[in-house]
């Protein structure tokens, strides 16, 4: 990168880490035992009453099988509350659905994992060092691929973006995305790195090899079979989130409504996706019983780490974070207006989902509540009170 475009990326994403920022708690921390709602209510109304967000919904699945849904503020486009049909577009959340998508044709000898980017987009010019880059490198974000290119197209739509909330993405089409692979040479030994662009080739590979659209495979093999009605590219003209200005577009003020992007379809198999609290919780439960069927069983192991480290260690889509011993598996999305999460602990069968109706780095709640509901610190058994919010599914 030059030093030039270094210098007004690190200034535009100034403070945002690693895009994301959890604040997890220690396990030393002495808090009450208390009924789930006052525990979630504990976490999501200091961050409504400090305007970090208009709105959110949580979802939380328990080892019971019970799905409990609790929204809060501002919510859909109409005016009506969120509820857990609520539609967000989901952002990086959608590499997820593309990984289930990848790994049912891994299995059925469509592609292979040690596929080369050479076999899989024969279209592509590509430096010999990229023509090597392997599916499993790309969905386990260890190809050495940056999140997003740096060329000056892209730098300025992002700067725009921060005044306006535009889309700069729209110039990373199938020719973008030709234009950058033509330049790229991967690090001689890469070290696992979010990248948007290896799960925009992903998409690009599986429409290549099987000569079908990405949301029509998507929908036959992965949505359907798991009935998540409320997900899929299109928003629909009901139920759908209204989005605003949180930590970014960072000079736009916080809380003013924003438009939903829309995605390049070279973009599609990255983030383009729009689904709902409580299509997402379902998708995350399919993870954790791999004996549910074959689908369950693929969606399992896609959460099995391949690289151990203490934090962000890959899997396929997913990444794992180690807290005192305590592993969360986890996706975080960011989309214009919205930030989305899901985590889900393995051995517990638990599983939460959060929602926001803002674009915001520090995503503490997800994590927070998932820790809590580990620890044992959270009632999940003990009867909800509604108060006028959707509870359950």
């Not at 950058?180 to 696992?192: D, H, L, N, V, Y």
């Not at 997402?280 to 399992?300: E, I, T």
């Not at 780095?361 to 809590?372: D, E, P, Q």
Request: hydrophobic share 40%; charged share 20%.
């Amino acid at each position: 990168m030059k030093p030039w475009a270094a210098l007004l990326l690190a200034t535009l994403l100034a403070g945002c880490g690693h895009m994301t920022h959890q604040e997890p708690e220690p396990a030393a921390t002495a808090l009450p035992r208390e009924p789930l709602r006052a525990g979630v209510d504990r976490l999501v109304l200091p961050v409504l009453a400090g305007h970090e967000t208009p709105g959110l919904i949580v979802g939380v699945a328990t080892p019971d099988g019970q799905r409990h849904f609790f929204a809060y503020g501002q919510g859909e486009t109409d005016g009506k509350p969120l509820g857990p049909d609520t539609r967000f577009p989901i952002g990086s959340l959608t590499k997820g659905y593309t990984a289930a998508l990848l790994s049912l044709l891994v299995d059925e000898g469509t592609l292979r994992w040690d596929a080369t980017l050479a076999e899989l987009l024969p279209q592509l010019k590509l430096t010999p060092p990229a023509a090597r880059l392997t599916l499993l490198q790309l969905a386990t974000h260890s190809a050495g691929l940056p999140r997003q290119p740096t060329d000056l197209g892209l730098l300025t739509g992002l700067l725009r973006f921060t005044f306006t909330g535009s889309n700069f993405y729209e110039v990373l089409d199938a020719d973008g995305l030709a234009r950058f692979m033509a330049g790229f040479t991967p690090p001689a030994r890469p070290e696992p790195a979010y990248s948007n662009i290896g799960y925009a080739l992903i998409g690009l590979a599986i429409e290549t090899r099987t000569g079908r659209p990405l949301p029509a495979l998507l929908a036959e093999k992965v949505l359907a079979p798991l009935q998540l009605a409320h997900t899929g590219f299109e928003p629909g003209d009901a139920h759908r989130a209204q989005g605003h200005a949180g930590d970014q577009p960072y000079f736009m003020p916080r809380g003013k409504k924003v438009s939903d992007w829309r995605f390049p379809p070279a973009m599609q198999g990255s983030a383009a996706l729009y689904s709902s609290a409580a299509d997402l919780l379902g998708f995350a439960v399919a993870h954790l019983d791999s004996h549910a069927g074959h689908l369950h069983g693929l969606l399992a192991d896609n959460l099995r780490v391949r690289m151990p480290q203490p934090q962000d260690a890959p899997g396929i889509a997913w990444v794992t974070d180690d807290f005192d011993g305590i592993p969360i598996t986890n996706q975080v999305g960011m989309a214009v207006g919205h930030t989305s999460y899901v985590g889900v602990h393995r051995d517990s069968r638990m599983a939460v989902v959060v929602l926001q109706t803002s674009f915001n780095w520090n995503f503490k709640i997800g994590h927070k509540l998932l820790l809590r509901l580990v620890r044992g610190r959270l009632d999940w058994a003990a009867p909800i009170i509604a108060a006028g919010r959707p509870d359950r599914e």
